[in-house]
Nanobody, 123 residues
Framework: QVQLVESGGGLVQTGGSLRLSCAAS????????MAWFRQAPGKEREFVAG????????LYGDSVKGRFFIARDAAKNTVYLQMNSLKPEDTAIYYC????????????????WGQGTQVTVSS
């Protein structure tokens, strides 16, 4: 079992940066594929970025590729999302999620979820 807790959200101006953190419990954390999703009011949950548990291969959603970067620190059981060149359309609740097995962009494939952290980008 794994428990996820996000932090680092807040209000930022267009063009600014934020770094989100996801602290995970459980010794099997390193074997999970970890991902960030986001969801704006009235919209579907969207895959943002993901990283594998062992070789640190990464995936990114098209809307954030080149601007956002995902990383993990196994020693700290923490996954990060560095968000650069932020735009108003990045405004959403950002969730950390984990699954066992291969990577996936589908939220229904993830078993574990954090509580979410709000990111708001002002125009």
């Amino acid at each position: 079992q794994v428990q996820l807790v996000e932090s680092g959200g807040g209000l930022v101006q267009t063009g600014g940066s934020l770094r989100l953190s996801c602290a995970a419990s459980g010794r099997t954390f390193s074997s999970y594929f970890m991902a960030w999703f986001r969801q704006a009011p009235g919209k579907e949950r969207e895959f943002v970025a993901g990283i594998t548990g062992s070789r640190f291969f990464t995936l990114y959603g098209d809307s954030v590729k080149g601007r956002f970067f995902i990383a993990r620190d196994a020693a700290k059981n923490t996954v990060y999302l560095q968000m650069n060149s932020l735009k108003p359309e990045d405004t959403a609740i950002y969730y950390c999620a984990a699954r066992i097995g291969d990577s996936s962009r589908a939220p229904e494939q993830y078993i574990y979820w954090g509580q979410g952290t709000q990111v708001t980008v002002s125009s």
